[in-house]
């Protein structure tokens, strides 16, 4: 008796293991969950444009980046075949394998608090690119570099041709 049931037990599949039976032969096939099979990859300008496109929601920023980068943009944004509005603009993003800092570059409305703004511009990127990417917003330093007076020109004129 001793004999068949060690023979039974080396002819059993095993159902511990996720297997599939093949004539007499058990092969494994992968290993888990499939969305853990493989790596992903996330690029600085992916996490820059959803960081750019958070910062711009919040009320009280004017712009996106300094001066002078401003007036470069408007005048590549006015020739024929130029990029359009740079939504990475005022964003620099370093991103690791799980984690990303983030440096931002705003101009703020004039009369608004600054701690304020500041404050709901890293509450609102830290949860646009945490929800999107999967990645830990580890740091998100924020440079004011203008305050846009009411009466102040934009450095970005809407185009005259209708």
């Not at 750019?52 to 470069?72: E, K």
Request: aromatic share 2%.
């Amino acid at each position: 008796m001793t004999g068949m049931t060690e023979r039974n037990r080396t002819e059993e599949p095993d159902t511990t293991k996720e297997s599939v039976q093949v004539g007499r032969k058990a092969t494994r096939r992968g290993g888990g969950d499939p969305a853990t099979r493989g790596r992903t990859t996330i690029a600085d300008g992916v996490v820059e444009k959803i960081a750019g496109l958070a910062a711009r929601d919040v009320l009280g920023v004017h712009a996106m980046g300094s001066g002078l980068s401003r007036t470069f943009g408007a005048v590549r944004d006015r020739v024929p075949g130029g990029s359009t509005k740079s939504v990475t603009r005022g964003v620099k993003a370093e991103v690791g394998e799980v984690q990303t800092a983030l440096d931002l570059e705003i101009v703020v409305d004039y009369g608004v608090s600054i701690a304020d703004v500041a404050r709901a511009v890293r509450e609102n990127v830290v949860s646009a690119v945490e929800r999107m990417t999967g990645l830990e917003v580890v740091e998100v330093n924020i440079a004011v570099s203008d305050v846009k007076l009411p009466d102040e020109e934009d450095e970005e004129p809407e185009s005259r041709l209708q």
